[in-house]
């Protein structure tokens, strides 16, 4: 797929404008904090209703505007679909198909499929499991969206779970609060069960294509391999919330049996019951889960070296690319690198042009045109205090 068209209002740091992208390579250049990140960001806030630099949407509407707007025409297969999005910074979000209103905003999720690579993706494989959650999570959104409704759920069960922990713990656990207690539990197994299943499966669909784009980006005789770290599963009694060091001791799930999971599930609540009452928090699911990334016999995290991880994050992001293409009707994603040429070496820089040239629509950020490679260099837009113009013609960015 590709996007015809993009308007943006009072998006970051653009008052307004109106983007004619092509098919094929899009290139934006600019000098640094002009507005090119910012625009890459609403093509893949409006694919994933996310951000890869902020939590939240506030931030990505402009300064002293109470409302932003994006609006994108894509294209595929000779048929075009028009999305729009409005964030409102005082009201409810709104989203818009073709003209009609939709429910929900994530309704719009599955309708533009893009994948992103950024210097910020290094820390799926060096940082927190935050950072592999959200990688993973996203994922089986754009593959499956109606897992957007099934997040959604969870969360909401967690956060009413928590509260209830929290006050059984000031009250002490009485008989009443305990049976509310147990059809919070019957929920939040039965949402976080499938978001379980959904990551196993989907990390197993991923191992081809990793394996595939680390051989042809590292040109390394090594592995990779993606592990699911389940907290159903660990030995140890989770100590707290969000810290880093329970996760070493747990332990890999392999089943993407529903039923499978749901009773491993059951059985450790059971046992962290009191331990639950005690700290007024949900110790066990998927918001505590983590995936470990194998090179080899040796996880990356902590083993690989610097340019191994760059390659291990760029390969995640090419892999789910082809399983995009694999899996979903709308043909190849909407291929996103923001500012990554400027942080690779000559070689590469070669392989990665190679490997994304032939993808329908692919938009590069760079500060200068010199650091992508020629064969990128197609459509090239400049970008400028938040406005954007169409470059005379490639040869003109080609040769500065
Ligand atoms: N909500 C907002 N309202 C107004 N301006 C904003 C908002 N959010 C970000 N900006 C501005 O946008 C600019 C950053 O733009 P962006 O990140 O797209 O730069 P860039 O062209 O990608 O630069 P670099 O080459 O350094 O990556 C900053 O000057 C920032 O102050
Ligand atoms: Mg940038």
Same mark, same amino acid.
């Given at each position: 797929m590709f996007i015809k068209h993009l308007s943006l209002a009072s998006f970051r740091n653009y008052q307004g404008a109106e983007i004619a992208l092509q098919p094929g390579v899009n290139l934006l250049v600019g000098p640094?904090?002009?507005g090119k990140t910012n625009l890459v960001e609403a093509i893949r806030y409006l694919s994933t209703l996310s951000s890869h630099r902020v939590a939240? +949407?506030?931030?990505?509407?402009?300064?002293?505007?109470g409302q932003a707007a994006i609006r994108a025409m894509a294209s595929h297969a000779d048929r075009d679909i028009l999305v729009e999005l409005e964030l409102n910074r005082d009201s409810a979000n709104k989203a818009r198909v073709n003209k009609s209103p939709v429910? $929900?905003? $994530?309704?719009?999720?599955?309708?533009v499929n893009s994948v992103t690579f950024a210097p910020e993706d290094l820390d799926i494989v060096k940082r927190d499991p935050t950072n592999r959650r959200a990688f993973i999570d996203e994922l089986v959104v754009q593959v499956w969206p109606r897992f957007a409704g099934v997040y959604s759920d969870y969360e909401r069960v967690l956060k009413q779970r928590n509260t209830l922990l929290k006050t059984a713990r000031q009250t002490g656990a009485k008989g009443s609060a305990l049976s509310t207690l147990d059809a919070w539990d019957q929920s939040l197994i039965s949402y976080g069960s499938e978001i379980i299943a959904a990551r196993v499966d989907l990390v197993e669909r991923l191992r081809p294509h990793l394996f595939e784009a680390y051989q042809s980006i590292a040109i390394a005789n090594n592995e990779p391999r993606i592990l699911v770290k389940s907290s159903l599963l660990g030995t140890k009694i989770p100590s707290g919330w969000g810290d880093d060091d329970d996760v070493e001791d747990l332990e890999y799930i392999q089943t993407a049996d529903r039923a499978e999971i749901e009773a491993l599930y059951s059985d450790k609540l059971a046992a962290v019951r009191a331990k639950e009452l005690e700290r007024g928090i949900t110790l066990v699911g998927p918001h505590r889960d983590d995936l470990v990334l194998m090179l080899g016999s040796l996880p990356?995290?902590? +083993?690989?070296?610097h340019g191994e991880s760059w390659s291990y994050a760029l390969a995640l992001r090419l892999a789910s690319i082809a399983l995009l293409r694999a899996e979903t009707r709308t043909g190849d994603p909407i291929l996103i690198l923001d500012d990554v040429f400027a942080e690779l070496d000559a070689g590469r820089r070669a392989r990665l042009a190679g490997m994304v040239a032939g993808n329908e629509q692919v938009l590069i950020t760079a500060a200068v045109a010199e650091d992508v490679p020629s064969e990128l260099i197609a459509t090239v837009f400049h970008v400028k205090h938040g406005e954007v113009s169409a470059g005379d013609n490639a040869g003109e960015a080609a040769n500065g």
């Open positions: 640094n904090g002009q939240g +949407y506030l931030p990505l509407i402009k300064q002293d505007s429910p $929900r905003v $994530r309704d719009i999720l599955g309708i990356a995290k902590g +083993y690989a070296s």
